[in-house]
């Protein structure tokens, strides 16, 4: 146990030492802050990224029915097969999706081919304007993402085609949706047949999205749909959200190794930093042992500084790493229109702030216990 009188003799001149060496102790501070600020904002957005996507796709519809090929970009199902579909006594509700990229006034962006049925089923409130009816033509909705990139409002006109090269076709907005958070605000809504005819893809769809009239039929009906017909997916919420939520923790993975690096680079800072405080400190190490100091106390205030510097480092890091997710979550939809929404949690603070004293720790240790095995008579002549 160390004595209380060793622990306040240890902070006394672990500040004295900040104090003398500001430059020196700032630039460490900094190496560790970068780093917990790196892992703070990467795992915030992605986070925040994971909790919209996941919420949004289980809340938007009871089943999406795709194509077995679905993770090729080509694949596509027979509209016809609607019909079908909605002949099943379990289903309420039937509408078509037809998820295409496009380009919107020369700039590439993500359309969907509805219907009044499908607008139904994945409903999102407007933010102003109107939805278009049934069968009204060169109208289109817009998320709120496209709508602020594109400066974009209720009656202004829009040019969407297939390619760069081609002339496509004038549409009027109506409405401007409500931000979800999710990747429908950097997206345009329109007419089913006429996104078929601009994309040269008449008759076809890449999803149907399904309501059931009581979500305890969902079993028997996707046992039945799989059954009829082999080559469709009838994927349920929580599917949905499992698979959204294993590629996001992946990806949150690499990016907790991306801020990790950082992090590794602010603990050599301490280490670095602590070796040349011991190094020119010790004439004072062979006087603190000289009149009586234990190796074990020459130890606890080397350590004591290098714990400060990463639990200082790793508070600053976590505000940092705040303000750059926040930042982020408001400049990057504005550059690219893709949302990036963050979350920030208890967790999330306190675990890197936590992680950041061990590291200093770790990388205190190797040169506190160097200079706490200093000879007294060597450490006294030295210069």
């Known amino acids: 146990m160390i004595p209380l009188r060793i622990l306040k003799t240890a902070l006394k001149l672990a500040f004295r030492n900040f104090g003398r060496r500001r430059f020196r ?8 802050a970068v780093g917990i ?10 986070y925040g990224a994971k909790e919209q996507a996941v919420s949004f796709l289980s809340e938007a519809t009871d089943f999406m029915i795709t194509p077995k090929a679905a993770g090729e970009l080509q694949a596509e199902l027979p509209e016809r097969l609607i019909k079908q579909i909605r002949l099943y006594a379990e289903v309420e509700a039937a509408g078509p999706v037809l998820s295409q990229m496009v380009f919107i006034n020369k700039e590439l962006g993500w359309a969907l081919g509805v219907t009044p049925d499908t607008y139904e089923i994945i409903y999102i409130p407007l933010r102003e304007g109107e939805v278009f009816e049934e069968g009204e033509k060169g109208k289109i909705i817009v998320g709120s993402n496209l709508a602020d990139q594109l400066d974009l409002e209720v009656g202004d006109s829009v040019r969407i085609s297939a390619s760069s ?46 309501k059931l009239r009581d979500p305890r039929l969902g079993e028997s009906f996707k046992e039945k749909v799989e059954k009829r017909y082999p080559n469709l997916n009838v994927v349920e919420p929580e599917q949905i959200s499992e698979n959204v939520g294993k590629v ?31 190094l020119e400190r010790i004439r004072e190490i062979g006087i603190m042992k000289a009149i009586g100091a234990k190796r074990s106390h020459v130890l606890v205030i080397f350590l ?3 714990m400060i510097t990463s639990f200082v480092g790793g508070i600053l890091g976590a505000i940092g790493g705040v303000l750059m997710a926040k930042l982020t ?32 720790i770790i990388a205190g240790f190797y040169p506190s216990w160097k200079g706490a095995n200093v000879r007294p008579i060597e450490a006294i002549r030295y210069e």
């Open 165 to 210: 090269d081609e002339p496509g076709k004038v549409f009027v907005v109506v409405g401007v949706l409500q931000p979800t958070g999710s990747v429908v605000d950097m997206g345009c809504y329109m007419d089913l047949k006429e996104l078929q005819e601009i994309v040269h893809k008449r008759g076809k769809i890449s999803m149907i999205m399904v």
């Open 25 to 32: 102790t700032a630039l460490t501070l900094l190496g560790v």
């Open 248 to 278: 996001l923790d992946m990806l949150n993975s690499v990016l907790i190794a991306i801020g990790s690096i950082s992090l590794l680079i602010g603990g050599l800072g301490i280490m670095n930093t602590t070796m040349v405080s011991v």
């Open 329 to 360: 979550s408001t400049i990057i939809p504005k550059i690219i229109g893709f949302p990036t929404p963050y979350k920030v949690f208890p967790a999330l603070i306190f675990g890197p702030i936590a992680l950041s004293v061990v590291l200093g």
């Open 304 to 306: 004591t500084e290098a």
């Open 37 to 46: 600020a790196t892992i703070v904002a990467l795992v915030s957005v992605a």
